[in-house]
């Protein structure tokens, strides 16, 4: 089947501590993306990769940190720089983009739930 | 400044009946689109139906449709003949042009709870 997988569910972490949280998909989709997710919030986007070896800083990019090595991988660290770092992580990935792409919908992961003690 | 204006953080709808969750936008961009998105208690994001700004007509899926009102920045999700399965999150988002077509936005979302 294809989709996007998110590892681990959950994750416990002592303040302080870099954190990396994996996300792959076998979909050949081109663009991936993470948002971070807050109790009775929307989504707010983090990071997004239009393409290999490259990536772009979304709204709240201060405190993490990603890279785009394989088509199939945009893993996250949330560095100890991240003041609020407790948190739902969703990876999520499209076919494309760009302005001939506005249609493309995301497909997302189960998501990480990251809680920092 | 794009912005995502959902104002019902919860509603009530009675099985087999219609519900419609609101969504407001704001954008200055011609070009856009809108989406609409179902979060179970799972957590994973589930995608329910697209409306392009330059799209005559209302977008439908299923028991999905969108009411699509541009004079107004309006695009609120009618779910009809409502399930029990339905009980989930729903955000509105969008995305535009003038920021390369990649970065969305998302309201805060509607919790829909629907009753046996």
């Known amino acids: 089947d294809g989709g996007i997988t998110q590892s681990p569910k959950y994750l416990f972490r002592k303040e302080g501590q870099n954190v990396t949280l994996s996300c792959e998909q076998n979909?050949?989709?081109?663009?991936m993306y993470w948002y971070r997710q807050d109790p009775g919030q929307g989504l707010r986007l983090i990071y997004y990769?239009?393409?290999?070896?490259?990536?772009q800083k979304g709204d709240i990019a201060e405190g993490y940190s990603v890279s785009r090595e394989k088509k199939e991988s945009f893993p996250l660290t949330v560095t100890s720089a991240q003041k609020n770092p407790t948190a739902f992580y969703l990876c999520?990935?499209?076919?494309?983009?760009?302005?001939?792409?506005?249609?493309?919908?995301?497909?997302f992961g189960p998501g990480t739930r990251l809680t920092v003690t | 400044a794009q912005k995502i204006t959902q104002t019902q953080p919860g509603m009530f709808v009675q099985e087999k009946e219609a519900v419609t969750l609101d969504c407001t936008y704001d954008?200055?961009?011609?070009?856009?689109?809108l989406f609409w998105y179902k979060q179970p208690s799972s957590g994973e994001m589930i995608f329910l139906i697209y409306?392009?700004?330059?799209?005559?007509q209302n977008a439908t899926e299923g028991r999905y449709s969108l009411n699509f009102q541009k004079a107004r920045k309006s695009a609120n999700l009618v779910i009809s003949a409502s399930q029990l399965g339905d009980s989930a999150m729903y955000f509105c988002?969008?995305?535009?042009?003038?920021?390369?077509?990649?970065?969305?936005?998302f309201g805060a979302g509607t919790r829909l709870f629907v009753k046996a």
């Open positions: 999520a990935s499209s076919i494309g983009g760009s302005a001939q792409g506005l249609s493309y919908e995301q497909y």
């Open positions: 979909l050949n989709h081109d663009a």
């Open positions: 990769s239009q393409i290999v070896n490259d990536f």
């Open positions: 954008t200055s961009d011609p070009s856009y689109g």
């Open positions: 409306q392009g700004s330059y799209d005559q």
């Open positions: 988002a969008m995305r535009e042009v003038n920021t390369g077509g990649f970065k969305t936005i």
